[in-house]
């Protein structure tokens, strides 16, 4: 590998929406992320509903849709 011309490799804290957080390495100082291995529903077993954005609400504007 070359020198100097990579960023560098830190430890980096991921934090869910739910409010977990994680310690992993990366070259980014911090993420946020919207779902996690502890609420999503693949790995729960239950199933959530998660509006990101008010996506629901701009889908129902765009088509019409009461």
């Given at each position: 590998m070359k020198k100097e011309i990579h960023?560098?490799?830190?430890k980096t804290k991921i934090t869910c929406a739910c409010g977990s957080t994680y310690e992993v390495?990366?070259?980014r100082k911090e993420l946020k992320v919207e779902i996690c291995s502890n609420c999503h529903?693949?790995?729960t077993g239950k199933q959530k509903f998660v509006d990101t954005g008010g996506r629901v609400e701009r889908f129902?504007?765009?088509?019409?849709?009461?």
């Open positions: 960023p560098p490799y830190t390495g990366s070259t529903p693949f790995f129902k504007r765009k088509y019409g849709i009461q």
